[in-house]
């Protein structure tokens, strides 16, 4: 499971009701933020979410809408004296530019006590039961990134299956749990499959920035549980969403029909519109769709079985 909290939900420019782009994604006890948009520490805060367990900052492109919180967010953790390493990850032209632009605000990495990594579309990390990985993302010809975490289909143990075998409570099940063998005090083998129950699927979550075009994300976001993305403008100024690399509210919504998304979540809201509004759109294309509204905190599950094995 992945519980989301979001953070900023504006597009361009912060509004009162709303702040610069930023979403908080757990896995306990991991911690990342997408996007660190202007007075992204303060919203922090104010959800009482803190700074602590925060690893990872990822970054879908270099718009100072999605970036200008970093140094601030950054240099609160060094007066805090919060020293636990925090990784900065984007795409090469996005790792530069926060080289740049961190380098001249609060110091260098050595110096500052982060971590800039530049990566590619694929695997970014790899944890026990899941892992993140990044898509390139079109948005007015910067080098934009989304990112997809993803659990691992896991088979739960049966708990009427161990103990009929005798299997005790502890180290015994742990091993099983592991997908291994275990030989009981009194010879007996159990192999995992004499007590493993049907597939439990994974979730899987994928968070896309700012973009222009969607034919290129049915693909790498398909069933996804839940698609966060961005839906800046509506249909009636569709031309203004094209010359600005944006998307319309429809557009998002095309896109979670034709990849069978679970939930649709809808951010980047503009202050051209009400959410109400945004919603209709979306809605009467694709009806499983929320407009988020900052702090809004949501629980991302399997909603799909697993593939066949
Ligand atoms: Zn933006």
Avoid: N
Wanted: aromatic share 6%.
């Amino acid at each position: 499971m992945f519980e989301l909290v979001f953070l900023g939900t504006a597009a361009a420019a912060p509004s009162a009701a709303r702040g610069s782009p930023a979403l908080l994604i757990a896995r306990a006890p991991a911690r990342f933020l997408v996007d660190c948009g202007e007075g992204t520490q303060r919203q922090l805060m104010r959800a009482r979410l803190g700074f602590r367990g925060l690893g990872h900052v990822l970054l879908t492109h270099l718009h100072l809408d999605h970036v200008a919180g970093l140094a601030g967010l950054l240099a609160t953790r060094q007066l805090f004296q919060l020293d636990d390493a925090i990784e900065l990850v984007g795409s090469r032209e996005t790792v530069a530019f926060a080289r740049r632009y961190l380098s001249a605000t609060i110091g260098t990495e050595r110096e500052a006590g982060y971590r800039l990594r530049a990566v590619s579309p694929g695997l970014v990390l790899s944890r026990p039961g899941w892992r993140l990985s990044a898509v390139p993302v079109a948005h007015r010809a910067t080098e934009s990134l989304g990112y997809l975490f993803e659990e691992e289909a896991r088979r739960a143990l049966l708990p009427g299956r161990l103990d009929g075998l005798g299997v005790p409570e502890g180290p015994e099940r742990a091993v099983l749990a592991r997908g291994l063998p275990v030989v009981l005090a009194d010879g007996r083998s159990v192999t995992p499959e004499m007590v493993q129950g049907p597939d439990v699927p994974g979730a899987k979550l994928a968070i896309i920035g700012d973009v222009e075009e969607v034919a290129s994300l049915v693909e790498p976001v398909r069933r996804a549980d839940a698609l966060v993305i961005e839906a800046t403008f509506l249909e009636r100024d569709a031309a203004l969403a094209r010359s600005r690399g944006h998307l319309t509210a429809a557009a998002a919504a095309r896109l979670a029909c034709e990849a069978e998304i679970g939930e649709l979540l809808l951010t980047h809201i503009s202050g051209r519109y009400q959410a109400a509004e945004i919603l209709a759109e979306a809605s009467a294309v694709f009806p499983r769709v929320r407009v988020a509204t900052d702090f809004d905190r949501v629980s991302v599950t399997a909603h799909f079985p697993p593939p066949p094995r």
